[in-house]
């Protein structure tokens, strides 16, 4: 008797984690009513996190931007092989946060934003593993302060925003590293010449 009722525990306590595992996910329609802020260039946001980290499938790379979407900090790591689980990618992407920024728990109203890159095998549709992702980073950016931002697919077909239908083919993930990622560029040399100028650099050489 005792070891029948030992084993129905176990089988409930089975199909209790499955069916907490499965919530653990967003479907896109959820995720696209959540109210996920858009990014202004998703195409140079990328184009940095893939230079700067060469994402390769089953590596995820998060990272916070301020308000003028420039980086404030970014990092990268490799998903575990075990089933997908929101709560799971919740801890990993907390724990690189909390490596590389700190949290804005003091602020009333979040002011950076977090943003996910997965790169993984197959299509641009989404998948369950997808929603766990998703769920995750949701999570994680609660803990931590930040915003909720977009998640992004990497494919060998291109790069997709998640829930908002943005993407391009370049870069992929077999596509070689820009020179340099859009967002590091060299700022723009002031301008020379025109009655602005002259004005300035009289009042200079005065």
Same mark, same amino acid.
């Given at each position: 008797m005792t070891f029948g009722f030992a084993s129905s525990s176990a089988a409930s306590l089975s199909t209790s984690a499955s069916a907490a595992s499965a919530s653990r996910l967003l479907e896109p329609a959820e995720?696209?009513?959540?109210?996920?802020?858009? /990014?202004?260039?998703?195409?140079?946001?990328?184009?940095? /996190?893939?230079?700067?980290?060469?994402?390769?499938?089953s590596m995820a790379v998060v990272a916070v931007l301020d308000p003028e979407e420039r980086l404030c900090a970014s990092a990268s790591f490799t998903r575990r092989p075990a089933p997908a689980d929101g709560w799971m990618?919740?801890?990993?992407? /907390?724990?690189?946060?909390?490596?590389?920024?700190?949290?804005?728990?003091?602020?009333r109203t979040p002011v950076r934003t977090a943003v996910l890159l997965y790169c993984r095998e197959g299509d641009a549709r989404w998948t369950e593993e997808d929603g766990a992702w998703m769920w995750g980073l949701?999570?994680?950016?609660?803990?931590?302060?930040?915003?909720?931002?977009?998640?992004i697919t990497l494919t060998h077909d291109g790069w997709q925003v998640l829930?908002?239908?943005?993407?391009?083919?370049?870069?992929?993930?077999?596509?070689?590293?820009?020179?340099?990622a859009l967002s590091e560029a060299p700022p723009l040399a002031p301008r020379t010449g025109g009655p602005v100028s002259e004005v300035l650099r009289r009042a200079a050489a005065r």
């Open positions: 995720w696209a009513s959540a109210g996920i802020p858009l /990014l202004r260039d998703p195409r140079e946001v990328v184009s940095g /996190l893939h230079a700067r980290h060469r994402p390769t499938p990618f919740r801890n990993a992407l /907390l724990a690189q946060l909390r490596r590389v920024i700190p949290h804005d728990l003091r602020r949701r999570d994680a950016c609660t803990l931590h302060g930040l915003r909720c931002g977009a998640y829930g908002e239908g943005r993407g391009g083919r370049r870069p992929n993930a077999d596509s070689a590293p820009e020179p340099f």
